[in-house]
């Protein structure tokens, strides 16, 4: 039987899927969110010097019994390397936009993530403010979220995640043990762009590809085809718990 895991990006936590993870409640999901090492509550504590750390600091926080791992962006690339290591933990992956080094700088995102992380711990109100007049579907209640999260990362843990870790998208899928499903959003505001996301397409039955009109954070633009999308996958996988 299946329970539901959610694995949330960097800079954010299980906090900001708050919202996704009650919308899956109300369908019967038993839902499960965590952070990652180095995010929200969680410490790096040496767990997010590797993706291969964090799946299996993930892997600690879980209670034995099989998961549909939703991960977005990072939390895809650390859901595939669970579906790896501890294949008896995951019935399914779930790969909302997960981001291709053919199409992402990670020295680009670690100065971002930086960047982010000063401007949420010293002015927090001016960054809720920033978020909502963004033009993107972001309510309070999800700007707030996003901006304690953004303070709480460990900042000097993540850079040297992003700056010394390289992983191979296309290879990551190949290999899954488990059935994968893609939530990738249009490019070109798309994590997974290029060659990445050329190979992957072809590489997936259309059954198991969802291209959605969508920014990067596809779980909060656009909610309902995301948990529509989400809850069809794990339904195919066995009963609910």
């Not at 707030?144 to 010394?164: C, F, K, N, Y």
């Not at 085809?225 to 009963?239: E, K, Y």
């Amino acid at each position: 039987m299946n329970t539901i895991l959610l694995l949330h990006g960097v800079m954010s936590s299980a906090g900001n899927l708050r919202r996704n993870q009650r919308d899956l409640e109300d369908l019967g999901w038993t839902v499960l969110a965590v952070d990652l090492p180095g995010h929200g509550n969680r410490p790096a504590a040496g767990s997010a010097d590797s993706i291969d750390g964090m799946a299996l600091d993930v892997a600690a926080q879980l209670d034995g019994r099989s998961y549909v791992v939703v991960g977005h962006s990072l939390g895809a690339i650390v859901g595939l390397r669970l579906a790896q290591l501890q294949p008896d933990l995951v019935s399914g992956v779930v790969l909302e936009d997960p981001p291709g080094l053919a199409s992402i700088n990670p020295f680009d995102v670690a100065t971002e993530v930086i960047a982010a992380a000063h401007h949420a711990r010293n002015d927090p109100a001016g960054e809720v403010a920033a978020l909502l007049q963004s033009g993107s579907a972001w309510t309070p209640e999800a700007a707030e979220d996003a901006v304690r999260s953004r303070a709480a990362i460990d900042t000097s843990a993540i850079e040297h995640l992003l700056t010394t870790q390289r992983w191979d998208l296309v290879a990551l899928v190949e290999e899954c043990p488990r059935p994968v499903q893609l939530i990738a959003a249009r490019e070109p505001d798309s994590a997974l762009r290029g060659a990445d996301r050329d190979k992957i397409l072809a590489m997936l039955p259309p059954s198991r590809v969802r291209i959605i009109d969508s920014a990067h954070s596809i779980h909060r633009d656009r909610a309902a085809l995301w948990l529509i999308t989400v809850d069809r996958f794990a339904n195919t996988l066995g009963p609910r718990r």
